[in-house]
């Protein structure tokens, strides 16, 4: 059975080692680069597995946005945030607004895929070991 | 007023003149000092009474001003707008500045009131006028000399100015071991520690008795007035100076030089929190563009640990990659130590205080450490306070700025060398802290600079731990400070402040 898997980040080089992580046959992955089209992407699927920035392009609080959109739309989905911009405030908000893991930059991906596959998702880095 | 034979006895007796005047201000008589007077300031064409009786009271007035003023003096009472009038006016003697106080007063008919003559009196006030003088100038200036070199050459210069002393020096109390160190001084020959060594006794006298203590030299007198303010003893101000001094005189500079240590006192102390507050301001403008910069620093460090990982995984086996990426990876994680210590440093936690001994922070330091000691051969020598000091502590924070001053000693001192570690409480109430590593001696070029941030020589080092260890050192209203030579060794140390 396939997984679905949203990546939102604004940064390219980020985004794409991400969408990286997670291409494996096994995976439908979509990607936005900015809260706008997170939402349009949140509107059209629903997801298992949400990697979302914290602040998206100018937006400080874009990943925020994201979270409570899922919360509606995918309230299912198991949602990591990644900020380079960890703070008590951020964390408490993203916790109630329904993320499931809050992790600070730099992260180890071994981390990132770690908690994907206890969502059942697999990554790139199982499929090397298989 | 020469009806009672008593009072113009006191009257002739005062150190004042006192003349009369008719209302038109034709003087009508003088009392007996004033014949003292005219002969003492060089006017003995006038001295006696018979000259001057019938004269215009302005015609004895030296300068126009004064004659003007006496004129107007007379307008305001008769118009009764005034009752008495006074003013300053100086009338230079041949040798020295002097300064008097003139009042005029009415004569009034007992009956109808209509003004029947003036009173004019006059005193000298010169030395306390010259010195609120002095002193309002010195004050001035001080308050506008904030940087401190600038300050003791002015308080030189008013010094000199007040007292027209020869020499002058300013020695102020070493906050750690409260020994008086001169910090400025003019005029005075040979070496500081010779002049210290002199001076000594009689600054403690000073400031054991709170007063100006003058004592004699070959050649003139020394005036030494402590510096005392609300926190302490300051210091101590010396003036030197060959010229004699009559006994009012004297007793008139001792109040000047008291005044003028007490407002230099504040004026250093003023000196001394501008530089500490514009270290501060300096220090929180950098904490936030290092904040700024280690945040987005986080995002690139992602990016390329990321990537790192993910090519290790696709390649697999190859010992080449694998290599490299290790490379790779063992970089981004020093950067990322070096980010999260700017985001300490940026955004400092705010101290918990708790009461503690800082020596028991060391003691679980020492035990954690015993490691690096190992693997170095190194070998602790400790001397420890007792009773064991209380101070308000952060013991966390604190343990970061023993761990780093203990790992930088252990880093520089020769494997299988001995570490000193020693602490005491003095007795002005502070907790001393010292550790001492032999091996190559820190630069002096390099001292003054170690706790600057971003400073560094280390090859790998951020320039940031000192930094951060002294500004948790001084929110704990403590010092840290270091020394270094090649015969005695690196010794940093650190105080905080302890209760007795």
Same mark, same amino acid.
């Given at each position: 059975?396939?997984?679905?898997?949203?990546?939102?980040?604004?940064?390219?080089?980020?985004?794409?080692?991400?969408?990286?992580?997670?291409?494996?046959?096994?995976?439908?992955?979509?990607?936005?680069?900015?809260?706008?089209?997170?939402?349009?992407?949140?509107?059209?699927?629903?997801? #298992?597995?949400?990697?979302?920035? +914290? =602040? $998206? &392009?100018?937006?400080?609080?874009?990943?925020?946005? *994201?979270?409570? %959109?899922?919360?509606?739309?995918?309230?299912?989905?198991?949602?990591?945030?990644?900020?380079?911009?960890?703070?008590? #405030?951020?964390?408490?908000?993203? +916790? =109630? $607004? &329904?993320?499931?893991?809050?992790?600070?930059?730099? *992260?180890?991906? %071994?981390?990132?895929?770690?908690?994907?596959?206890?969502?059942?998702?697999?990554?790139?880095?199982?499929?090397?070991?298989? | 007023?020469?009806?009672?034979?008593?009072?113009?006895?006191?009257?002739?007796?005062?150190?004042?003149?006192?003349?009369?005047?008719?209302?038109?201000?034709?003087?009508?008589?003088?009392?007996?000092?004033?014949?003292?007077?005219?002969?003492?300031?060089?006017?003995?064409?006038?001295?006696?009474?018979?000259?001057?009786?019938?004269?215009?009271?302005?015609?004895?007035?030296?300068?126009?001003?004064?004659?003007?003023?006496?004129?107007?003096?007379?307008?305001?009472?008769?118009?009764?707008?005034?009752?008495?009038?006074?003013?300053?006016?100086?009338?230079?003697?041949?040798?020295?500045?002097?300064?008097?106080?003139?009042?005029?007063?009415?004569?009034?008919?007992?009956?109808?009131?209509?003004?029947?003559?003036?009173?004019?009196?006059?005193?000298?006030?010169?030395?306390?006028?010259?010195?609120?003088?002095?002193?309002?100038?010195?004050?001035?200036?001080?308050?506008?000399?904030?940087?401190?070199?600038?300050?003791?050459?002015?308080?030189?210069?008013?010094?000199?100015?007040?007292?027209?002393?020869?020499?002058?020096?300013?020695?102020?109390?070493?906050?750690?071991?409260?020994?008086?160190?001169?910090?400025?001084?003019?005029?005075?020959?040979?070496?500081?520690?010779?002049?210290?060594?002199?001076?000594?006794?009689?600054?403690?006298?000073?400031?054991?008795?709170?007063?100006?203590?003058?004592?004699?030299?070959?050649?003139?007198?020394?005036?030494?007035?402590?510096?005392?303010?609300?926190?302490?003893?300051?210091?101590?101000?010396?003036?030197?100076?060959?010229?004699?001094?009559?006994?009012?005189?004297?007793?008139?500079?001792?109040?000047?030089?008291?005044?003028?240590?007490?407002?230099?006192?504040?004026?250093?102390?003023?000196?001394?929190?501008?530089?500490?507050?514009?270290?501060?301001?300096?220090?929180?403008?950098?904490?936030?563009?290092?904040?700024?910069?280690?945040?987005?620093?986080?995002?690139?460090?992602?990016?390329?640990?990321?990537?790192a990982?993910?090519?290790?995984?696709?390649?697999?086996?190859?010992?080449?990659?694998e290599r490299n990426v290790g490379r790779i990876l063992r970089e981004v994680d020093?950067?990322?130590?070096?980010?999260?210590?700017?985001?300490?440093?940026?955004?400092?936690?705010?101290?918990?205080?708790?009461?503690?001994?800082?020596?028991?922070?060391?003691?679980?330091?020492?035990?954690?450490?015993?490691?690096?000691?190992?693997?170095?051969?190194?070998?602790?020598?400790?001397?420890?306070?007792?009773?064991?000091?209380?101070?308000?502590?952060?013991?966390?924070?604190?343990?970061?700025?023993?761990?780093?001053?203990?790992?930088?000693?252990?880093?520089?001192?020769?494997?299988?060398?001995?570490?000193?570690?020693?602490?005491?409480?003095?007795?002005?109430?502070?907790?001393?802290?010292?550790?001492?590593?032999?091996?190559?001696?820190?630069?002096?070029?390099?001292?003054?600079?170690?706790?600057?941030?971003?400073?560094?020589?280390?090859?790998?080092?951020?320039?940031?731990?000192?930094?951060?260890?002294?500004?948790?050192?001084?929110?704990?209203?403590?010092?840290?400070?270091?020394?270094?030579?090649?015969?005695?060794?690196?010794?940093?140390?650190?105080?905080?402040?302890?209760?007795?």
């Amino acid at each position: 059975m396939s997984k679905s898997v949203l990546i939102v980040e604004d940064e390219e080089n980020i985004r794409d080692t991400l969408v990286e992580l997670f291409d494996v046959p096994t995976n439908l992955t979509t990607q936005a680069a900015t809260l706008d089209e997170a939402l349009a992407a949140l509107k059209a699927d629903g997801f #298992d597995l949400i990697v979302t920035d +914290l =602040r $998206l &392009g100018g937006k400080r609080d874009g990943g925020l946005q *994201v979270m409570a %959109a899922s919360g509606l739309l995918s309230p299912d989905a198991t949602v990591i945030v990644l900020t380079a911009y960890p703070d008590e #405030d951020n964390r408490f908000a993203s +916790l =109630r $607004l &329904g993320a499931t893991h809050f992790l600070e930059k730099p *992260v180890d991906l %071994a981390t990132i895929a770690g908690l994907a596959a206890q969502a059942g998702v697999q990554t790139a880095m199982d499929a090397s070991k298989t | 007023m020469a009806e009672v034979p008593f009072e113009r006895r006191v009257l002739d007796a005062l150190p004042l003149t006192i003349w009369t005047t008719d209302p038109d201000g034709r003087i009508t008589s003088t009392h007996g000092s004033w014949n003292r007077f005219a002969l003492e300031n060089g006017a003995a064409e006038l001295a006696r009474p018979g000259n001057v009786i019938g004269q215009l009271v302005f015609d004895a007035f030296a300068d126009r001003g004064s004659r003007e003023q006496a004129e107007r003096a007379m307008q305001l009472i008769r118009s009764g707008r005034s009752e008495r009038v006074s003013w300053e006016f100086p009338c230079d003697a041949p040798w020295e500045s002097r300064v008097f106080l003139m009042q005029v007063t009415a004569i009034r008919a007992p009956d109808d009131h209509v003004v029947r003559g003036f009173v004019f009196a006059t005193v000298d006030i010169t030395p306390n006028h010259a010195s609120r003088e002095v002193l309002l100038d010195a004050g001035i200036a001080l308050s506008r000399a904030i940087d401190l070199e600038r300050l003791y050459a002015e308080v030189g210069l008013q010094v000199q100015r007040a007292i027209r002393c020869d020499g002058l020096c300013l020695a102020l109390a070493d906050d750690e071991t409260a020994a008086l160190r001169v910090q400025y001084s003019t005029g005075y020959q040979g070496t500081t520690r010779a002049l210290e060594s002199r001076l000594m006794p009689i600054w403690l006298d000073a400031l054991a008795n709170g007063r100006v203590v003058v004592s004699g030299l070959d050649q003139g007198l020394e005036l030494t007035a402590p510096m005392t303010t609300t926190e302490g003893v300051l210091g101590v101000m010396t003036a030197w100076t060959t010229n004699a001094h009559s006994p009012s005189d004297l007793e008139a500079t001792q109040r000047l030089m008291a005044s003028l240590a007490a407002q230099t006192a504040a004026a250093i102390e003023r000196a001394w929190l501008v530089r500490r507050v514009e270290q501060k301001r300096r220090l929180e403008a950098i904490g936030e563009v290092a904040t700024g910069v280690a945040h987005e620093l986080r995002n690139p460090l992602f990016g390329i640990s990321s990537a790192a990982q993910l090519l290790q995984f696709r390649v697999g086996q190859d010992a080449v990659v694998e290599r490299n990426v290790g490379r790779i990876l063992r970089e981004v994680d020093r950067l990322n130590r070096m980010v999260t210590s700017l985001l300490e440093y940026g955004r400092p936690a705010a101290l918990r205080l708790a009461e503690g001994d800082p020596d028991s922070v060391w003691d679980e330091l020492l035990e954690d450490q015993r490691p690096l000691l190992d693997a170095r051969g190194l070998l602790v020598h400790r001397v420890r306070a007792l009773p064991g000091a209380q101070c308000q502590i952060d013991a966390e924070q604190l343990a970061q700025v023993f761990l780093n001053v203990f790992v930088n000693a252990c880093d520089a001192a020769p494997a299988g060398s001995t570490i000193y570690i020693q602490s005491q409480v003095l007795t002005t109430g502070t907790w001393r802290f010292r550790i001492t590593n032999g091996g190559v001696a820190i630069p002096p070029e390099v001292l003054p600079r170690v706790f600057e941030i971003f400073f560094s020589t280390k090859s790998g080092g951020t320039g940031i731990g000192l930094a951060l260890c002294q500004r948790i050192v001084e929110d704990h209203g403590g010092t840290i400070g270091i020394e270094s030579t090649p015969e005695d060794g690196t010794t940093v140390t650190i105080t905080l402040p302890a209760l007795l």
